[in-house]
């Protein structure tokens, strides 16, 4: 059983335009959210995290938006650039130290 | 600074032989993590450590072993390889709970 849900499984946008990758969980437990991005051939690389008392953060281009009711958090990419290609995931950890992650989502920016 | 360094980078086996990977950081870090990724599946943890001695089970650990008798290194062990072991096996250290800093990882086939 799949603890965070992600979606869209892959993306097309063009360069300039805005990703939008979404994740949702059912675990209330859970206390951490970050996100990572992975190129081909590569491990994860941690991308930037929440915790569920803020509602959004951000760091960059880069901004996660939180929605502790519904248990559904998002990473907004502004002014996407080629060089974001790459694949995304979003994970959500307990206090137990183990995080789950979601299945990924490709993300192609054209030029 | 190497960061995270996974030794070997590929490996073919046959069904039924033993293996032990090996993951290295030279960041001081207490946690360390091994994970699997397979197409469509994310990550998924199969057991981590906090600190030099101790170790833990994550989610998927049946068929595999660890140890951490140096702080800077943890060992993943499969004592009898299975096809379904067939992944990208992927190590992780941190100084929190998140996982931060990954290797580039180890693409194992088991035939």
């Known amino acids: 059983q799949q603890q965070v849900k992600q979606s869209p499984q892959s993306l097309i946008v063009q360069k300039g335009g805005i990703s939008i990758i979404n994740c949702a969980y059912e675990n209330t437990a859970f206390d951490y959210f970050p996100w990572y991005q992975q190129f081909p051939g590569k491990g994860p690389a941690l991308l930037i995290a929440?915790?569920?008392?803020?509602s959004e953060k951000k760091e960059g281009r880069f901004t996660i938006s939180f929605n502790k009711s519904a248990k559904q958090f998002s990473l907004h990419i502004m002014d996407s650039q080629p060089g974001d290609s790459a694949t995304y995931f979003c994970?959500?950890?307990?206090?137990?130290?183990?995080?789950?992650f979601g299945t990924g989502t490709s993300l192609t920016v054209i030029p | 600074n190497a960061g995270v360094t996974q030794t070997p980078k590929f490996r073919v086996l046959k069904t039924g032989q033993s293996m032990t990977l090996l993951c290295a950081q030279d960041?001081?870090?207490?946690?360390m993590y091994w994970y699997r990724q397979d197409p469509g599946m994310g990550l998924r943890l199969i057991h981590y450590s906090v600190g030099e001695g101790t170790t833990a089970k994550g989610e998927v650990p049946d068929g595999y072993n660890v140890s951490r008798l140096k702080k800077q290194n943890f060992l993943l062990g499969l004592e009898s390889a299975a096809p379904s072991q067939t992944s990208v096996y992927f190590c992780?250290?941190?100084?929190?709970?998140?996982?931060?800093?990954f290797g580039d990882g180890t693409r194992l086939s088991i035939l």
């Open positions: 992780a250290s941190s100084h929190g709970r998140q996982p931060q800093h």
């Open positions: 929440i915790r569920p008392d803020v």
């Open positions: 960041m001081n870090h207490e946690y």
């Open positions: 994970a959500a950890g307990d206090t137990g130290n183990q995080f789950y």
